[in-house]
């Protein structure tokens, strides 16, 4: 453009210009401005600016006072155009008007000029409004798709060290992990580059549009405002209203390396929680299970009835369905053939509820006599079930016992998880136990009572160590980490409730904190913890300690 000429344009000698004549179009020196300029002929009207106040105005401000009595027919090269044809949106000369255009619709040409120099400022403003949207769109998704492609090239990176350490046995792995990674990462990289490409696209063409229409308001030719009139559309591109948003992925490292199946660990993409309802409860909630039949069963926080409930009108209501006498419930589970398996303080035997209805029977499914049963859980084959002596929980005597029985459907004893490889005690008291998907046995023990405190104990299907999980400095900087109940997804994660810090703790298969619910999700005392028919996750609050004093149960909805 002429305004970045660094010579003169009149005696293209100086490299030092300081004007702009508005209606010439052209760059001056101090000389020919004074000496040359002034003293053409039908110059003394003409609008000499400086340069530094040139490059100041804007598009619009720019617009010249021009003679519309001296534009050329396109059609007659000697004829001069008198007016304007609104039906044919062209100028005409006085041989045009004869010829082929007496019975249109005229309109004289300066009216139209000036109509149509409205319409150009006015579509000057709405470009100059959406342009930041599409240019700071376009940074937006730049930034995101650099901090994911920084975090994908880590995760390879370290992915890849890790193979250099363990050599042989983890080349497989190796493979198989990059293959996830870039399951998850190349169709997220396609389209933040086709929505990049699109931004960039009408960022573009907003662009080159308020160029061309500045250019247009800074010519000499009258004619450019109705050829650019002509060919800029007014319509300005639809805003896109799902611009991708950041996706966070975690290589989540493997503590122990207990066999030669994976040694990596696992990549996961942190899940998003929306909780979608709140629901009130008499007090607070302890236990939940969900049947067949969207059959829905709870018991409350020290009590001995188990109670059926529905949800609605934000509340939870519930109906009994039994007791037992004089006996809190530690734990419950779901069996098979939608049976409750139900452990009591202070017993050794194992409590079976088959039918949910009001008065309904409780039997014994089994006694572990001399030990005491606590935490219980039940697959499609088995029955886990924590026990204790029946002396004081703390502090552990040398004779003290505390592990894991596996019964069958029969009732048989199958094997007993008391001690490690060392001959070590694996637990403390256990007290909540649930399986996943590699049928690894997740366990909630309790390590002391004053203060309380616990932590997760995570063995292999066949009872070996894996991991445990002891909280995460991020959520229990002020509170110990005292675990109340615990489930898991469909995706192998394991959710954990921790009451005193409003938290449920999300650990992946290795045991690494993924990401946690909490207060900021609405989410206050939690204690228990259930995922539903809908595979939606319940969670059974306390009502000990907050405002209202009333328990709760929060549905949640987890994208995975």
């Known amino acids: 453009m002429a305004q970045n000429l660094m010579v ?3 005696c293209e000698t100086s490299n030092e210009p300081k004007y702009k004549c508005v209606n010439c179009d052209l760059i001056l020196c101090e000389g020919c401005k004074i000496k040359i300029h002034t003293k053409i002929k039908k110059t003394e009207v003409h609008q000499v600016l400086d340069l530094k106040e040139f490059s100041n105005l804007g598009a619009s401000e720019t617009i010249r006072h021009l003679d519309l009595k001296d534009i050329q027919c396109s059609i007659h090269n000697a004829e001069q155009c008198i007016i304007y044809c609104e039906d044919c949106k062209v100028l005409l000369c006085a041989v045009c008007l004869l010829e082929t255009h007496r019975t249109h619709n005229l309109t004289k040409i300066a009216e139209v000029y000036h109509r149509k120099v409205k319409e150009l400022q006015e579509l000057d403003d709405k470009i100059h409004q959406e342009l930041p949207f599409y240019t700071d769109l376009e940074k937006e998704l730049k930034q995101t798709k650099s901090v994911e492609n920084d975090k994908y090239n880590e995760i390879k990176q370290r992915i890849l060290k890790k193979e250099s350490e363990l050599k042989e046995i983890i080349t497989k792995q190796r493979k198989k992990l990059i293959t996830e990674l870039d399951k998850l990462w190349e169709p997220r990289k396609e389209e933040m580059s086709r929505q990049l490409k699109d931004t960039e696209k009408r960022c573009d063409a907003l662009t080159r549009n308020k160029s061309q229409i500045e250019e247009t308001f800074q010519s000499h030719n009258a004619l450019a405002v109705f050829t650019a009139s002509s060919k800029l559309n007014n319509d300005l591109p639809t805003r896109p209203v799902n611009a991708i948003s950041e996706q966070k992925l975690v290589f989540s490292e493997k503590k122990i390396i207990d066999d030669n199946k994976e040694v990596f660990g696992s990549i996961l993409t942190i899940p998003v929680f929306k909780v979608t309802e709140t629901f009130t409860s008499e ?16 018991c409350l926080r020290r009590e001995s009835t188990i109670k059926s409930f529905k949800l609605k009108n934000s509340k ?33 035997e194992i409590k079976c509820l088959s039918i949910f209805k009001t ?3 409780i039997e014994s499914l089994t006694s572990i006599s001399p030990l005491h049963a606590i935490g219980i859980h039940a697959t499609n084959n088995k029955i886990l079930i924590g026990f204790k002596d029946n002396g004081y929980m703390f502090p552990l005597q040398e004779e003290s016992r505390r592990g894991i029985l596996v019964y069958d459907y029969n009732c048989r004893h199958m094997r007993t998880y008391e001690y490690d490889t060392n001959n070590q005690r ?18 909630l023990d309790k390590t002391n009572n004053l203060p309380w405190e616990g932590r997760v104990v995570v063995l292999g299907k066949y009872g070996n160590l894996k991991w445990t999980y002891k909280g995460h400095h991020s959520i229990n900087s002020k509170n110990n980490f005292i675990p109340q109940d615990l489930v898991t997804t469909s995706k192998g994660l394991i959710l954990v409730s921790d009451t ?3 938290a449920v703790h999300m650990l992946s298969l290795e045991g690494c904190l993924v990401t946690s619910l909490n207060e900021s999700h609405g989410i206050n005392r939690p204690l228990c913890l259930n995922i539903d028919q809908k595979g939606q996750l319940q969670i059974g609050c306390s009502g000990r300690e907050t405002k209202d004093g009333l328990g709760k149960l929060h549905t949640v909805d987890i994208s995975l």
């Open 283 to 298: 007090e607070s909630i302890w236990k939940i299970e969900t049947f067949a039949d969207n059959l829905n069963i709870l």
């Open 500 to 502: 005193n810090s409003n």
């Open 359 to 361: 008065d309904s029977k």
């Open 316 to 348: 939870c209501e519930t109906t009994s369905v039994s007791g037992v006498d004089k006996a809190n419930i530690i734990d419950m589970t779901k069996a098979k053939d939608n049976k409750l398996f139900f452990t009591v303080v202070e017993s050794s």
């Open 8 to 10: 003169c344009q009149f």
């Open 426 to 443: 694996l637990f403390t008291l256990p007290y909540a136990i649930v399986t996943n998907i590699n049928e690894d046995i997740c366990v």
